[in-house]
C-alpha cells in the first residue's frame, strides 16, 4: 500500500460514459483481483475509490463510469500523471474448480483481473454481466478469452433483458459478484453456493483510518476498505 | 526525500521542535487528531509513529458503539461531512488491544474520552486510571462530537455543565486531562474560562464544525445522520479566530487543530497561541502528513532564521 | 448565450420562477446579498438588476460611516474573510440616492438595517417608514454582523436581546421587516424561535462566521479588525444545516443564502427549507452570478421533469 | 468593462521573479493607462488584480512578480486561455507637456502604456526606475524609446544606489506615480508638482461592489478599484 504518482498511459471513452484509465506502476506494486486504488482528481478534496479493472508486471488500468462530479472532472481532463494510493482492501480468494462471475455496472470493473486470474488457474470460468443499456457495454469481448459470457441489459437491447441473475448455478461452482448493493442482496440469498462479493460505501481515507466506510454484516460492523471490498457471501446472506 | 531521510531530519533537530506542555515533553508540536488515526496500527505501516509528538486516539466510550449507518461521510468544497457515531471497540478492548500496543512501540498516547451522560465518561476514566495511567500521556475530553444524537454537544455548550463534568473526571484520575472545545457556541471565551477554573490540565480545539450535505436531484440529506461534523482546510480560518481568543483567557496549554494541511498552517496556529497541533483530515489525503509538515517546517524555519518553534509562539497576541 | 438570450429565457418561465413570502410577490428566488451588491448601480451595467428577485443593499445605519481600515479583505480556501465595518454613507443618502433609483428602475430593494444600539436600528426604520415605505420591499435586521467592533454580534446572540430590538423596529415601520440571523451562536433554533414570536416578517440567513486570518511571517492578523467575517462555499454545509433547524421551528418565509454559487446550490436551499435565495460572495468572481444561476437552474428543471421551484421546497423534511 | 476569458499569446519570464503575461483581446475592449484587470488564477478563489502594463488594438499585456501562492500557481501555470475582467478603473490623466514618471517594483508596470501614450500626445517624459536589485530590472530599455530613463536599485547593483526619488524635478512637470504605499507618500510629500498616483489594496471584486478594497484619503474613503487606482497627487499630501 502506498501513496504514489503514477504515468498516464491511456484514458479514452470505452463505452457511454464509460473511461479507460491506463497507468504506468513500478513492479514492486503487486495489486491482486479485488483490490482497489484511492484516485485523485484534481479539483476535488478527497479521493475517488476506483477498483483495479486489470494489471500486468508494469501497468495498472481502471473503468470507471461518470457518476457525478469527480468522476466527470477525470473524464474531461487530462493529466499526465495521477496521484493515486495503492493497492487497497481485500482480494478475491481464488481457490475453486468453478467460478460463476456475476457483475452489473460499474461493478463489471474488477471481473478482467479475476476472470484471467481464475483461467491461469485453471478454472472453468462462466461470466454473466449485467449493463443498462447496449451501449454502455464494456469488458465483453475480452472476457471470453477466459470462459463463458452471457451479457443481460435492463431494456434488452443486447443479450437477455433484465437484471443479471443467472436462473441455476453448478452447485459446486464459487460465485464471484460485485455490483450494486441490491443486486449483492439478491445474489447472496437466491443462490445457496458459497462465494465472494464485493462491494461499495463512500470513503474518505481508503486504508482504514476515519471509520467512514463501515458497514454492517452479519458479523458486525465491517470497513470496507480494509476489511473488504470482498467479503463472504455469508456476510451478505440473511 | 525517503522517508528514512525525513525521519533522521527530524531526528537530528528535535532540539528546534521539542515541546513542553506544562510538565509534558513531547519530541516535536505534531500529532494525528483523534477520529482521523483509528488507534494508530494503519499510520504506522507509513511510518514509525511513536516519531510523533503523539497520537490522539479515537474517542472511547465505556461499552462498545457501533456508531452510525452509513452514508457517515461525504465531500465538501475543501473539506468534509462525517458522522461516524462514536465507534469504537470499548475501553476495555482499547486498553488491551490498542492503548498497550502504543505504549509497547513507545508512542504518547492521549486517549479521547466520549460518553452520553457524565457516568459513562467517569467510567472511562476510571478503568483508564485503574489500568493505563502508566500508558497513557493524556486524556482528551470529547465533550463536543456534535454528531452523535442526543449526546456530546451540551456537555460543551454550557459552562456549568462542561465544570461540573471536568470535575467529575478530574476527581478520579491522575492522568493529564485536556478538555476539547466544541467551536459551535455563541462564546468560545466562556467555555475557555470554566475550563480555565477547573484542574482540567489544558485545552485542545476545534472540534468539528456543525453542517449538512443535501442530493440536490433527491432534496434528501446525503449522510445518514442528517447532520455531521465539518472538518478540513474550510474551517480553519475559524479555527484561529477562537483559539486566539481563547489565548486571551487561559494560560492553559493548547492543542491547535482545524483544517491543518501544511508547515505554515502550523505556524499560524502556533502564532495565535496554540503550543502544539493537530492534525486530522489531512491524513486521509497523505497518510505521511504528519511527517512530512515536520520536514517543511524546519526548512521555513531554516529560511526565517528561526532556531526553536516557540518563537512562532503567540506572535498575534504581541 | 447572452445576456439578452438568458433575460428572455427567463422572462419566458416566469411562472416556474415567481415566489410568494407571504404576501410579497417576487418574479424569481434569486437576489444579491447584502454587502456583495452595494447599491446596485454597478451590477446594473452588467444587467438590469430590476429583473432580479429583489437586491439587498449593504447595510445601512443612521449616520454615515466609514467603516474599518485596511485590509479589510482576504481570500482563504474556498472562500474570504471580510471585515468591511458597515461603511455607508447613511439613511438620508441612502433613502437620496440609492433608493430613489432603485425605485424609478423598478427593483425590488430589500434595506439592509444595521447599527449599535436600539436607538439607532430605530431611527433607520423611522426615516425609511417616513420617506421610502412606497420604495422599498422589506427590511433586511443585521442584528448578526460579526465585523463591527462593539456592535452587531450581541443582538443576535441572545433571544431575548434579539426579541426587544425586533419589537422595537416593527413598532415604528409598517414594511415588512425579515431579522438576518447569525449563524455564531449555541443554538440557532432559539434565535430562530424568538423571531418567529415577533411581527417579524421573516427571516434571511445565514450571515458570515466568524475567522482570521494569519501572516505566517510576521504572525499578525491580516485583517485589520483583526476578527473578520467568514463567507463564499466554505460555509454552505453551515448554511444548510442551520435552515434545516429553523424550518423545523417557524413557519415564517425564510430567504437562504451562505456560499451559494450554483443552481444545484439553490436547490439544495430550497430543499432545506428556503423560500427564496441570496448570493453573496460569489458576485464578485462572476457580475452576472445571480442570472446565470437562473438560466441553469431552469435547465436543471426541465431535466428533472420540474415545473415550479415550489417543488423543491422542503423536501429534505418529508 | 466585462468578464472574459481571453487566449494567452505569450507567458514567459523576463526578469528576476517577473513574468510577463500576454493576451489576445478582441478589439472593441479598449484599456486606458493604469488600467487594471482581474486575473483570474487557477485554484485561488479570488481572481487578483495587475495592472494593464500595454495594449496595442488586440493584445493586451500583464508583467508580474511572484510575490505570493496565487502569482506562484500562475507563474508555474501554462493556461490556454486566462478569465479576466478588464478594463477596470481609473487612468492617468494625460494631458501635460512635461512628464515625470517615478515607479517601484511592480509598480513599473502600468508605465509602458503610460509612457507610449504620453510619447505619442508629444508630451516630453522623464522616467525613473527603482528596482531592489539588478537582477530584478524590467521594461526600462523599451522605455528608453519614448524618453529619458534613470535607472535606480536599493543594493546599487544597478543605476543609482538608494530609492528610486529624483533630487529635484522640472517645476511644471507633471508626476506619474505607481509603486508601494511608502513611495507614493514621499512622491506626494517631497515634491510641489502636481500629479497622478496609482495604488494597491486588496480586493475582492474589483468593480465597486464589496468595499474590500476602500482606502482613507484626503477627501475621504475611497475604492482603489473603482475611484482609482489612479488619485490626484493632492490626495495623497499631508
Ligand atoms: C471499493 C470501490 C470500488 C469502486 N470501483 C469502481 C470502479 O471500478 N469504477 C467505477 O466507475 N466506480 C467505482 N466505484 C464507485 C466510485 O467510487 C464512485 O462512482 C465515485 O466515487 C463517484 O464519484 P463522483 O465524484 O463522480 O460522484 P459524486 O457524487 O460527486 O461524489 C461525491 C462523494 O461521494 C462519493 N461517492 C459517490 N458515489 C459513490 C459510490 N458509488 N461509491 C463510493 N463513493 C461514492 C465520492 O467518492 C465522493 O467522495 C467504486 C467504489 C468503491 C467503494
Ligand atoms: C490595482 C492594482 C494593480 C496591480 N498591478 C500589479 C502588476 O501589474 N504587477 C504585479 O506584479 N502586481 C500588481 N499588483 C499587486 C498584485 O495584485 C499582488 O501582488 C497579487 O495579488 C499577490 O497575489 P498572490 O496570490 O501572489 O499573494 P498572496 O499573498 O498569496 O495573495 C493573497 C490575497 O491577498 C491579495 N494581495 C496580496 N498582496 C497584494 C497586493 N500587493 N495588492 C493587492 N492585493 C494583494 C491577493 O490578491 C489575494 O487576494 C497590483 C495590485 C493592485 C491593487
Ligand atoms: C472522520 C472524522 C472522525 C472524527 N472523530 C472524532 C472523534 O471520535 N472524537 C473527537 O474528539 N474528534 C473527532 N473528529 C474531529 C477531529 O479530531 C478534529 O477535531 C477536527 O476534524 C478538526 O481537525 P481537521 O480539520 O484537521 O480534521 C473527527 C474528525 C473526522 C474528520
Ligand atoms: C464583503 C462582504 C460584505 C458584507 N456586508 C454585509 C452587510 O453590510 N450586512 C449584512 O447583513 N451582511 C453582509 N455580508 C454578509 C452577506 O450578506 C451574506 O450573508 C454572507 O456573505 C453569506 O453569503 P455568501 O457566502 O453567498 O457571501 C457581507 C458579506 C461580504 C462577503
Ligand atoms: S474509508 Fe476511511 S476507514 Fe474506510
Ligand atoms: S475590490 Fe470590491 S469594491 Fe473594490
Known amino acids: ?238 | 526525500m525517503l522517508m528514512n531521510e525525513k525521519l533522521q531530519l527530524i531526528e537530528e533537530n528535535l532540539h528546534r521542535l521539542n515541546v513542553k506542555l506544562g510538565d509534558i515533553e513531547l519530541p516535536n508540536p505534531v500529532m494525528p487528531a483523534s477520529g482521523c488515526c483509528a488507534f494508530g496500527h494503519e499510520l504506522n505501516n507509513f511510518y514509525p509513529i511513536n516519531k510523533l509528538g503523539a497520537i490522539m486516539i479515537k474517542s472511547t466510550t465505556d461499552v462498545a458503539r457501533d456508531g452510525n449507518p452509513n452514508h457517515r461521510i461525504y465531500e465538501t468544497s475543501n473539506g468534509m461531512l462525517n458522522s461516524i457515531g462514536l465507534q469504537n471497540p470499548g475501553v476495555d478492548v482499547v486498553i488491551d488491544e490498542h492503548i498497550t500496543w502504543l505504549d509497547s512501540i513507545g508512542a504518547n498516547t492521549i486517549v479521547n474520552l466520549a460518553g452520553s451522560d457524565t457516568e459513562s465518561y467517569v467510567n472511562v476514566a476510571r478503568e483508564l486510571e485503574a489500568r493505563a495511567k502508566d500508558k497513557v500521556t493524556a486524556i482528551e475530553l470529547n465533550v463536543s462530537c456534535p454528531n452523535v444524537k442526543h449526546g456530546g454537544i451540551q456537555f460543551g455548550s454550557d459552562p456549568q455543565t462542561l465544570k461540573n463534568l471536568v470535575n467529575e473526571i478530574t476527581k478520579v484520575t491522575t492522568i493529564p486531562v485536556f478538555v476539547k472545545l466544541s467551536p459551535n457556541v455563541t462564546s468560545i471565551k466562556e467555555m475557555a474560562m470554566a475550563v480555565d477554573e477547573t484542574d482540567a490540565y489544558g485545552i485542545t480545539m476545534i472540534n468539528t464544525l456543525v453542517g449538512m450535505a443535501i442530493d440536490y436531484r433527491t432534496g434528501k440529506p446525503i449522510i445518514a445522520n442528517k447532520i455531521a461534523g465539518y472538518s478540513g482546510p474550510a474551517i480553519k480560518p475559524v479555527a484561529l479566530k477562537q483559539i486566539y481568543e481563547v489565548r486571551q483567557v487561559t494560560n492553559k496549554p493548547i492543542i491547535g487543530m482545524g483544517g491543518i494541511e501544511s508547515a505554515t498552517d502550523i505556524i499560524e496556529f502556533l502564532s495565535v497561541g496554540s503550543d502544539a497541533i493537530a492534525i486530522g483530515t489531512a491524513n486521509f489525503n497523505n497518510p505521511t502528513i504528519c511527517i512530512d509538515v515536520l520536514v517543511d517546517l524546519l526548512a521555513i524555519m531554516d529560511e526565517m532564521g528561526i532556531d526553536h518553534i516557540d518563537e512562532f509562539k503567540g506572535r498575534a497576541h504581541v
Chains 1, 4 share one sequence.
Open chain 1, 1 to 238: 500500500m502506498e501513496l504514489t504518482s503514477l504515468k498516464v498511459i491511456k484514458h479514452e471513452k470505452i463505452a457511454a460514459k464509460t473511461y479507460e484509465l491506463v497507468l504506468q506502476k513500478p513492479t514492486h506494486i503487486c495489486p491482486q483481483p479485488g483490490q482497489f486504488a484511492m484516485v485523485k482528481v484534481e479539483g476535488k478534496f478527497l479521493k475517488r475509490p476506483l477498483s483495479i479493472s486489470n494489471y500486468t508486471e508494469d501497468t495498472v488500468t481502471f473503468i470507471y463510469k461518470v457518476l457525478g462530479q469527480g468522476t466527470k472532472l477525470l473524464s474531461e481532463s487530462n493529466p499526465l500523471d495521477i496521484e493515486v494510493m495503492l493497492p487497497l482492501g481485500t482480494s478475491f480468494n481464488l481457490e475453486t474448480k468453478h467460478a460463476t462471475l456475476i457483475a452489473g455496472g460499474v461493478g463489471i470493473a474488477p471481473m478482467a483481473a479475476l476472470a484471467k486470474s481464475l483461467h491461469e488457474n485453471g478454472t472453468t470460468v462462466d461470466v454473466h454481466l449485467g449493463y443498462r443499456t447496449a451501449e454502455e457495454v464494456f469488458l465483453a469481448e475480452e472476457l471470453k478469452k477466459y470462459g463463458t459470457v452471457t451479457i443481460y441489459t435492463e431494456d434488452g437491447t443486447a443479450g437477455t433483458k433484465g437484471y443479471c441473475l443467472p436462473q441455476e448455478i453448478n452447485s459446486n461452482s464459487t460465485i464471484y459478484s460485485c455490483g450494486p448493493h441490491p443486486m449483492l442482496n439478491a445474489v447472496a440469498n437466491k443462490y445457496p453456493n458459497k462465494g465472494w462479493l464485493s462491494t461499495e460505501e463512500y470513503m474518505a481515507c481508503g486504508f482504514g483510518i476515519c471509520a467512514g466506510c463501515v458497514i454492517k454484516l452479519k458479523s458486525g460492523m465491517k470497513k470496507v476498505c480494509q476489511d473488504g471490498p470482498v467479503f463472504a457471501k455469508e456476510e451478505f446472506e440473511c
